[in-house]
Nanobody
Framework: QVQLVESGGGLVQAGGSLRLSCAAP????????MGWSRQAPGKQRESVAT???????NYTDAVKGRFTIARDKASNTVYLQMNSLKAGDTAVYYC?????????WGKGTLVTVSS
């Protein structure tokens, strides 16, 4: 069973920052595309950001310029730095790893942004 362990969620005021972390097994970290998705209450899950093993990144338009995804090879950890948070960013954030048809998901961490 592949475990992706997320941390870093919490309550923050609008305009503030949070950093989410996702620790992965080395083989997953080195071979899979990793990313973050989020699901707000009553909404479908949406992809927020992805990063490839070669550090190529992609972001959904809603977070461009505010969120940054990065990989730390020393600790097999993927980070999501979230700045200028808005109430609309409130959601459960999930870390995932994807390679072709194979996907692994973390359990999620709640981010609440108060306005």
């Amino acid at each position: 069973q592949v475990q992706l362990v997320e941390s870093g969620g919490g309550l923050v005021q609008a305009g503030g920052s949070l950093r989410l972390s996702c620790a992965a097994p080395a083989i997953i970290f080195n071979l899979y595309i990793m990313g973050w998705s989020r699901q707000a209450p009553g909404k479908q899950r949406e992809s927020v950001a992805t990063i490839t093993p070669y550090d190529s990144t992609n972001y959904t338009d809603a977070v461009k310029g505010r969120f940054t995804i990065a990989r730390d090879k020393a600790s097999n950890t993927v980070y999501l730095q979230m700045n200028s948070l808005k109430a609309g960013d409130t959601a459960v954030y999930y870390c995932y790893a994807k390679a072709n048809a194979i996907e692994h998901w973390g359990k999620g961490t709640l981010v609440t942004v108060s306005s």
